[in-house]
């Protein structure tokens, strides 16, 4: 499975893209929202999200990277928004930002920034639908997919085990056609499309979509027999 990350579209052409994204296969869009100040960026907002929503039914998942999320849920509520996840180090409650995601019917996570260990998502496993696994700094489109986080994969894949939770594994940051493959043979089940992928340039947008779905769904067939079924929940 793949989510489009927005951050990538052509905001002149945003329209354009969407449709292009649906019609190619694009399982989820992935929206960050930042604040300027929890992360030194700024990037969609929800007028973005009530416009998107009103020419494509694909699911939407949120990251936010913002220093009080608890104030964001009612907005992602009133936009329809499917999931959304929260980094820990916030000035909110974690735990309450999650209580009020299950009040509004919302799938809940926590984003892992590559200094955050896996060991901190612990408390929260019981609690949460999905883990967003970051493999850059948070706050920037374009970096350089980091192999040393690939070790935290593997350690949220032995937690999900262990624990027996039902929480899936989003890859975030530098995926690539390059890099899918040791993302899905390591248990990640929906990776987070866009510089280096389908919005690498080298296709138009919707034929570059089409190849990298075709991609992941071929890797997720090929390492069926490693990963459990168990350990491939969709969002």
């Not at 980094?87 to 996570?109: M, Q, W, Y």
């Not at 997919?145 to 027996?164: D, T």
């Not at 992941?216 to 929940?233: E, N, P």
């Amino acid at each position: 499975m793949i989510t489009t990350t927005l951050a990538c579209a052509d905001y002149l052409h945003l329209e354009e893209d969407i449709r292009a994204l649906d019609r190619a296969g694009s399982d989820w869009f992935h929206i960050d929202i930042m604040d300027g100040h929890f992360v030194p960026n700024l990037c969609l907002n929800f007028d973005i999200v009530r416009a998107i929503r009103t020419i494509s039914e694909t699911p939407m998942d949120v990251h936010l990277m913002v220093t009080n999320p608890l104030k964001y849920v009612e907005v992602m509520a009133q936009n329809g928004v499917e999931a959304a996840c929260t980094h820990l180090n916030t000035d909110d409650s974690v735990h309450e930002f999650l209580e009020a995601l299950e009040e509004h019917g919302i799938r809940k996570g926590i984003a892992l920034a590559p200094g955050d260990p896996a060991e901190a998502a612990i408390p929260f496993l019981s609690k949460i639908d999905f883990v967003l696994l970051l493999f850059v700094k948070p706050g920037f489109s374009g970096q350089q997919f980091q192999p040393e986080i690939l070790k935290k994969l593997e350690a949220l894949v032995m937690a999900r085990k262990a624990s027996g939770s039902q929480f899936i594994i989003e890859a975030d940051g530098g995926v690539s056609f390059e890099n899918a493959g040791e993302l899905i043979a390591r248990g990640a089940d929906l990776l987070v499309a866009g510089a280096f992928a389908n919005y690498d340039g080298r296709a138009p947008l919707y034929e570059r979509t089409k190849e990298f779905c075709k991609v992941c769904k071929d890797l997720q067939g090929l390492y069926a027999g490693q990963i459990s079924d168990k350990d491939r929940r969709k969002v």
